[in-house]
């Protein structure tokens, strides 16, 4: 038995290649954490099973964005399935096929893998379409007014997620908000009339994550906050209510703080079955691969 799974393994090696390929075509423009880049060096060296064990530790450590998800779970699955660890492979590859049915393994991978895959995303496409995230959100809003938006994600694939996270940032001020909720179809976010600065071009974003804050799916939208900007450090340009001999001073108005992390995403279920309902909070959540019932 061993001796057939080093063997698969070293079939396996010359895959390390070719994925290698897909990072640097897929890669994002924001850098991978350290952990997934020391698994990818692995892998590409031909030392399977320690990359198999590092990319597990960059999914637990979090913060990976979507493709680099789909690349580690791909690798993690490949290495298992070559180890004869069926269970661990399909659950592995079940993520990857869910956050990307277009995903192909090369055929290196091995019969074993790629027949895995083929029932992962088989079973993924049972669930909806694909798993996505849609942005709801008005091309313009009134400066200094609140205002709502709303997220919605395929209700097969909602239970697969932990968390929603919509994320806003002014780039003129560099000043950023966020809200989060749990995972369901159906959400809407409030944001304070102080995000909306006069005259400012919002960048918006929602992500489903995981309890490891592993982003799943990611949007990106706009929103144009209507007045003028001045020109002097991004102040509020707006007429003055009522004129006066002496100009007042503009007020920085000194409310763009907080801090908002950009990164989300990853996995939620574990041991065949959906261990937590959408409602729960992450910490109650065992984190792993879904394994969707048949």
Request: proline share 7%; net charge positive.
């Amino acid at each position: 038995m061993l001796f057939r799974a080093q063997a698969s393994l070293r079939a396996v090696r010359v895959v390390a290649a070719l994925l290698l390929a897909i990072v640097f075509v897929s890669a994002p423009a924001v850098a991978a954490p350290k952990s997934f880049g020391q698994a990818d060096a692995a892998w590409h060296q031909g030392e399977l099973e320690k990359a198999k064990d590092m990319y597990e530790q960059a999914l637990a450590a979090g913060g990976l964005d979507p493709t680099d998800v789909v690349l580690a779970h791909s690798r993690v699955g490949t290495v298992k399935a070559a180890l004869n660890d069926t269970n661990g492979a399909l659950s592995a590859f079940r993520v990857a096929a869910a956050i990307d049915p277009d995903f192909e393994l090369p055929a290196e991978s091995g019969p074993k893998a790629k027949k895995l895959f083929q029932q992962a995303r088989k079973e993924a496409k049972q669930q909806g379409e694909k798993l996505s995230i849609t942005l709801k959100a008005p091309d313009t809003v009134p400066a200094s007014q609140g205002f709502t938006l709303e997220t919605e994600i395929p209700p097969g694939f909602a239970v697969l997620v932990s968390e929603v996270v919509v994320a806003i940032e002014d780039p003129v001020s560099g000043k950023k908000w966020k809200r989060k909720k749990s995972a369901e179809p159906s959400l809407t976010f409030d944001f304070p009339k102080r995000v909306a600065m006069s005259g400012a071009r919002l960048k918006v974003k929602a992500s489903a994550v995981d309890a490891q804050n592993n982003a799943w799916t990611i949007t990106e939208g706009k929103i144009r906050v209507e007045g003028m900007r001045a020109s002097d450090g991004g102040m509020d340009d707006e007429p003055a209510p009522e004129p006066t001999k002496q100009p007042e001073k503009d007020k920085d108005g000194g409310f763009l703080t907080g801090p908002w992390p950009w990164i989300i995403g990853g996995a939620l279920l574990v041991g065949g079955i959906v261990t937590y309902a959408v409602t729960r909070k992450p910490d109650e959540v065992s984190v792993g691969a879904p394994a969707w019932k048949k």
